[in-house]
């Protein structure tokens, strides 16, 4: 496929885009296809607080132009968060980025030419592969099982394409969900390592964990070969649009030099913000009370799930983030699906949407249960279970 196509595709619309729009049209719909917090579990009031105490202790440098790396206070708060993951950096590595989709931008405007290749699990979150498009990408998807990227696939991959970067989402995949075991990271790694080749790693879920003990990240594995990515998006606000990044000795100053002619820095106030509310008392039990509220509606989801759903069904059971991955019969059609079931009053995305390939599957669709109202999730999937059971 050529550059100017791939181009072409990452400009026009897409499943999601176009499942967004008409969800606009039908704001009575139960939605599990978006990927977004609960609005009623966002700490509106303690921004709020930490707006005014930002505004305090910074003045107006908090409203004036500032570092492109980042601004000192939000750096500070960045290292002690991935301190907290096992993830020890030197402070000229760190980076903070607009979102996580900003880090992922900027990492890509630094790495990736015209007809580079990059490799993706199967299947993989759909935007990143536009992202990769837009840069004129070519995006190969790597042959993945339940606990991830294959590493006999990665290494016959890595050996017969010139490869800018393997993208992973070890944790809370997002679409399916599941989690990469350390056994598995560990085997990556090893193959990363040896072909010379670097990873970028999207961490944004890491934090949603809903039951078993922390893994390492991938970067733990292999630091000098991985990007790391992570953001506040999920577990604070997403309008503050604070990504956090670890890079790679030899990207720091392509990076730092390709942001600063597109944006100059990630808005010091919304940086501010975040850093006061970090380090406030009230961080700790926001994280807490929003994982509860989580772990809730992925439990009520499973278990609805498991009470609708027809025979020939399956689903995955992550252990945090906010999906889950169904899969039905050969047969059944979730592209075909799923404008009718949004006249009937419920979304979801349809899992082709998260292929590199154009021959995907059809039979897969991706439930997000995170901004869905609690007291909606058994009927959404009730009405959800009849449609596939009539198709």
């Given at each position: 496929?050529?550059?100017?196509?791939?181009?072409?595709?990452?400009?026009?619309?897409?499943?999601?885009?176009?499942?967004?729009?008409?969800?606009a049209?039908?704001?009575?719909?139960?939605?599990?296809a978006?990927?977004?917090?609960?609005?009623?579990?966002?700490p509106?009031?303690?921004?709020?607080?930490?707006?005014?105490?930002?505004?305090?202790?910074y003045g107006?440098?908090?409203?004036?132009?500032g570092?492109?790396?980042?601004?000192?206070?939000?750096?500070?708060q960045?290292?002690?968060?991935l301190?907290?993951?096992?993830?020890?950096?030197?402070a000229?590595?760190?980076?903070?980025?607009?979102?996580?989709?900003?880090a992922?931008?900027?990492?890509?405007?630094?790495?990736?030419?015209?007809?580079?290749?990059?490799?993706?699990?199967?299947?993989?979150?759909?935007?990143?592969?536009?992202?990769f498009?837009?840069?004129?990408?070519r995006?190969?998807?790597v042959?993945?099982d339940?606990?991830?990227?294959?590493?006999?696939?990665?290494d016959?991959?890595l050996?017969l394409?010139?490869?800018a970067f393997?993208y992973?989402l070890?944790?809370?995949h997002n679409p399916?969900?599941?989690t990469?075991?350390?056994?598995?990271r560990?085997?990556l790694?090893?193959?990363?390592?040896?072909?010379?080749?670097?990873v970028?790693?999207?961490?944004?879920?890491t934090?949603?964990?809903?039951?078993?003990?922390r893994?390492?990240a991938?970067w733990?594995?292999?630091?000098?070969?991985?990007v790391?990515?992570?953001?506040?998006?999920k577990?604070?606000?997403?309008?503050?649009?604070?990504?956090?990044?670890v890079?790679?000795?030899?990207?720091?100053?392509p990076?730092l030099?390709l942001?600063?002619?597109?944006?100059?820095?990630t808005?010091?106030?919304?940086?501010?913000?975040?850093?006061?509310?970090?380090d406030?008392?009230?961080?700790?039990a926001?994280?807490?009370h929003?994982?509860?509220?989580?772990?809730?509606?992925?439990?009520?989801?499973?278990?609805?799930?498991?009470?609708?759903?027809?025979?020939?069904f399956s689903?995955?059971d992550?252990?945090?983030?906010?999906?889950v991955?169904?899969?039905?019969?050969?047969?059944?059609?979730?592209?075909a699906?799923a404008?009718?079931?949004?006249?009937?009053?419920?979304?979801?995305?349809p899992?082709?949407?998260?292929?590199?390939?154009?021959?995907a599957?059809?039979?897969a669709?991706?439930?997000?249960?995170?901004?869905?109202?609690?007291?909606?999730?058994?009927?959404?999937?009730?009405l959800?279970a009849?449609?596939c059971?009539?198709?």
């Amino acid at each position: 496929m050529s550059v100017t196509v791939e181009r072409g595709a990452a400009a026009r619309s897409g499943q999601i885009d176009d499942v967004f729009a008409a969800l606009a049209r039908h704001p009575a719909v139960i939605s599990f296809a978006v990927g977004a917090p609960d609005p009623a579990l966002l700490p509106g009031a303690l921004l709020a607080a930490s707006a005014a105490d930002a505004i305090a202790k910074y003045g107006n440098a908090a409203v004036q132009y500032g570092l492109t790396q980042g601004f000192p206070p939000m750096l500070e708060q960045a290292r002690k968060l991935l301190s907290g993951r096992g993830i020890e950096s030197q402070a000229h590595r760190l980076h903070i980025a607009t979102g996580g989709s900003g880090a992922l931008h900027n990492v890509c405007m630094a790495v990736l030419d015209p007809g580079a290749v990059v490799l993706v699990e199967t299947p993989t979150y759909g935007p990143a592969l536009k992202v990769f498009r837009s840069h004129g990408a070519r995006t190969v998807g790597v042959a993945s099982d339940e606990f991830g990227m294959l590493p006999e696939a990665l290494d016959a991959a890595l050996a017969l394409h010139d490869t800018a970067f393997v993208y992973l989402l070890p944790t809370f995949h997002n679409p399916t969900g599941r989690t990469m075991p350390a056994p598995r990271r560990g085997q990556l790694a090893e193959v990363v390592v040896r072909r010379g080749a670097m990873v970028v790693e999207d961490d944004v879920y890491t934090d949603l964990r809903y039951r078993g003990g922390r893994l390492p990240a991938f970067w733990s594995y292999a630091p000098d070969n991985t990007v790391y990515i992570t953001s506040l998006s999920k577990t604070l606000a997403p309008a503050l649009r604070i990504g956090i990044t670890v890079l790679p000795d030899q990207l720091v100053e392509p990076v730092l030099a390709l942001k600063q002619g597109i944006d100059m820095q990630t808005s010091v106030l919304n940086q501010a913000i975040a850093a006061e509310f970090l380090d406030s008392a009230a961080a700790s039990a926001h994280l807490d009370h929003i994982v509860a509220a989580y772990a809730a509606k992925l439990y009520a989801v499973t278990a609805a799930l498991e009470r609708h759903f027809p025979d020939g069904f399956s689903w995955t059971d992550p252990d945090g983030g906010m999906f889950v991955w169904v899969e039905g019969p050969a047969d059944f059609d979730a592209v075909a699906l799923a404008l009718p079931a949004l006249e009937a009053g419920v979304a979801f995305i349809p899992g082709t949407t998260f292929f590199a390939e154009d021959d995907a599957p059809r039979n897969a669709m991706r439930l997000s249960f995170a901004s869905v109202p609690h007291h909606d999730i058994d009927r959404g999937i009730a009405l959800l279970a009849g449609l596939c059971g009539a198709r």
